[in-house]
């Protein structure tokens, strides 16, 4: 059986979210400047986007640039920024094919100006395609959006728009980025590294997760794939007993 036919389609998770590491690691294993290995990283996420099509994933969420990464030296930061611009433009139009919808999270206005407007433009013209939302996390840090949110809570309560009494969990996740999102049922990150770095924490509280030594620009549908037949191993009990999920 392929592996695709070994997933089965009514438990998808909807929503798979993505660390794509070790871009540099596998550029040094070959000998090659880190940037090498961020270009043959967007091979993996034209792959995975098209995987997550082809299964009916409903959103994908990448994380791309964080926060920290703006500590990076200068030119690997330049160089990541340019070949995000022209990965968008140049995908723009199998995105359309592919019915995705583009989105970003994260502190965009920090983005150089070009990037911030490829990427307006681009979800601008995706905005109807409803197949898959892929969501790229840019300069994005969950404790970021977190205090984001909180401030922006803060004024609304200051406002009157709301009372601090009636702010439940749902309330406040409306004030995330990824407002109107269902959370990841899983989270893959690839490298060997087992950490969360920052990425979706309020989001990723009742995620699997899913850790694969592959280096980012390695990865291929096939391993998306690998990563759901593992996830719909696994028993999501919520806190509850596997009695009272029977
Ligand atoms: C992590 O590897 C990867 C990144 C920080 C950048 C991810 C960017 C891409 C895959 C290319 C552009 C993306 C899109 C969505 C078009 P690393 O550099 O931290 O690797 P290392 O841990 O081995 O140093």
């Known amino acids: 059986m392929s592996l695709i036919e070994q997933i089965d389609k009514d438990r998808l998770p909807q929503h798979v979210a993505i660390i794509m590491d070790g871009n540099g690691r596998w550029a040094k294993e070959k000998g090659k400047l880190r940037v090498f290995g961020h270009q043959n990283g967007v091979v993996s996420v034209r792959d995975t986007v098209e995987g997550a099509v082809e299964l009916g994933v409903k959103y994908l969420t990448l994380y791309a640039f964080s926060t920290e990464n703006w500590n990076r030296p200068k030119l690997e930061v330049m160089a990541l920024m340019e070949l995000l611009v022209a990965t968008i433009n140049k995908e723009t139009k199998t995105l359309m094919q592919n019915g995705v919808r583009l989105n970003a999270i994260g502190n965009l206005k920090s983005l150089p100006d070009k990037c911030y407007r490829q990427l307006q433009e681009t979800i601008k013209k995706t905005s109807d395609n409803k197949a898959c939302t892929l969501t790229l996390a840019l300069s994005y840090s969950s404790r970021w959006e977190i205090t984001d949110a909180a401030r922006k809570l803060a004024e609304d309560v200051k406002d009157g728009k709301i009372k601090a009494d009636d702010i439940s969990e749902e309330a406040f996740a409306s004030y995330l980025s990824t407002s109107g999102m269902p959370d990841p049922e899983l989270m893959i990150r690839t490298s060997g590294e087992h950490r969360i770095s920052n990425y979706l ?9 899913y850790f694969t030594p ?3 620009p390695d990865f291929r549908r096939e391993d998306l794939f690998e990563a759901i037949i593992d996830f719909q191993k696994r028993e999501r009990r919520f806190g509850m007993t596997s009695e009272q999920l029977n």
């Open 214 to 216: 592959k280096l980012w």
């Open 201 to 209: 924490l309020w989001q990723l509280a009742y995620s699997e997760l």
